[in-house]
């Protein structure tokens, strides 16, 4: 086995990504001021068509998404991986196959570690997430594009009746899988995908009467950038009109998250003068599904009470509902689902101890933390389940269905 010539198949996938990354990534200044994010992923990459034998290959990727909607994007995607054979190399006819010069000597064999397909797919595709708001957000994706793809063997691209072996052809993408949220800006998420080529030559054996496939597994990271705009000029979700420094992010430590202004920690004293309470806001909802608050609450002296005040956008009127504790200093509430209406809602947490010397909060209701209502979620779902069952079955049929 040649390693030099294993090492460049399997290393050259990775460098074409590297490469698109290092020119995607000074694009961050212009993705902060909108609804984009950049992902990588990692995985492997069948070559599903006539080899009897095919090899999993290593491969990577590199996308760009744009959220149209909540529970749609668009995502543009860059791959690259080398596609191998273990043994079904020697159906490749040396008689129209153009190689170096170790073909005219005696005893030559073909070696199927010498040959790969080396194969890069350009693709644009819808994604339709099911729970967008949810820490865990399964999701579907349905698109094309074109499948850039070169046959050689011993670094030289076969020939075939005098036409080189590389080629671009068209394709359709299923795919899908499922998105774990660690923060507002960075998810990892696995999944998979069948792409479904125009072409029956990428294998460099035509045969049957269905053309060729690829089917890949992966894992990846994705990165969102703040949404900014005029009434968020630092994207941290607290309106221009409510911010205490309207340049600067808010800080997310959970204290005294609602006014815009970050914080160095909480003050070690603070606890002593007020209840303290850690709390990360909400700021996208759900129309008609219930909004569930968690809140930590620091305090010295037995509190009397700790509540969240809500209202829909635009009343002048505050609801509330007493915060439970679930556990030590840890408290929750649900808002229920019937309140929970388009455009948006306002709240605040606080709590006050049994002294009523001083209140602990997190957002007051002069500087509330705004939750900005999602509708017609349901559609979405009933769209994506539609899309999913259509494209997956289609695939899992082109998979397992046997040539004629």
Not at 111 to 134: G, H, T
Not at 355 to 360: C, L, Q, S, T, W
Request: glycine share 10%; proline share 5%; hydrophobic share 40%.
């Amino acid at each position: 086995m040649d390693w030099n010539v294993m090492g460049r198949s399997v290393r050259q996938p990775f460098v074409i990504v590297a490469v698109l990354t290092a020119v995607t990534l000074p694009l961050k200044q212009t993705l902060a001021s909108s609804k984009f994010a950049i992902g990588l992923k990692v995985g492997v990459t069948k070559l599903e068509g006539d080899w009897r034998d095919p090899r999993i290959n290593p491969g990577g990727s590199l996308l760009v998404s744009y959220d149209v909607l909540p529970h749609l994007a668009l995502v543009a995607q860059v791959n690259a991986s080398a596609l191998r054979s273990k043994t079904d190399v020697n159906r490749l006819n040396p008689e129209w196959a153009y190689l170096s010069s170790e073909a005219a000597q005696p005893g030559w064999k073909w070696d199927a570690d010498k040959f790969r397909v080396y194969a890069a797919p350009i693709d644009l595709a819808l994604q339709w997430n099911f729970f967008p708001l949810s820490r865990i957000n399964p999701f579907t994706l349905l698109g094309g594009g074109v499948l850039w793809w070169n046959a050689k063997y011993d670094d030289d691209t076969l020939v075939r009746n005098g036409d080189e072996q590389r080629h671009y052809t068209p394709f359709a993408r299923a795919g899908g899988g499922f998105e774990y949220r660690l923060n507002r800006g960075f998810a990892v998420s696995i999944g998979g995908d069948f792409r479904y080529t125009g072409s029956d030559r990428i294998d460099q054996f035509a045969v049957g009467d269905e053309w060729d496939g690829l089917i890949s597994l992966w894992t990846g990271i994705r990165f969102s950038f703040d949404e900014r705009t005029r009434a968020d000029i630092d994207g941290d979700n607290i309106p221009e009109e409510l911010d205490l420094a309207p340049w600067v992010a808010e800080d997310r430590d959970g204290y005294l998250d609602h006014d815009g202004r970050p914080d160095i920690g909480v003050p070690a004293e603070a606890a002593k003068k007020a209840p303290v309470v850690i709390h990360q806001p909400v700021f996208r909802a759900e129309q008609g599904r219930d909004l569930n608050i968690k809140t930590k609450i620091l305090s010295t002296v037995p509190l009397r009470i700790a509540a969240v005040l809500f209202r829909s956008s635009g009343s002048k009127s505050w609801n509330v509902v007493e915060l439970a504790e679930e556990e030590e200093m840890v408290f929750t509430a649900t808002l229920d689902g019937g309140r929970i209406v388009a455009p948006g809602l306002e709240y605040c947490v606080v709590a006050v101890d049994q002294r009523v010397k001083g209140i602990g909060y997190s957002g007051l209701p002069t500087r509330p933390i705004r939750v900005k209502v999602i509708k017609n979620a349901t559609p979405w779902r009933v769209i994506g389940g539609i899309v999913s069952a259509l494209s997956w079955g289609a695939a899992g049929y082109l998979v397992l269905r046997k040539q004629k």
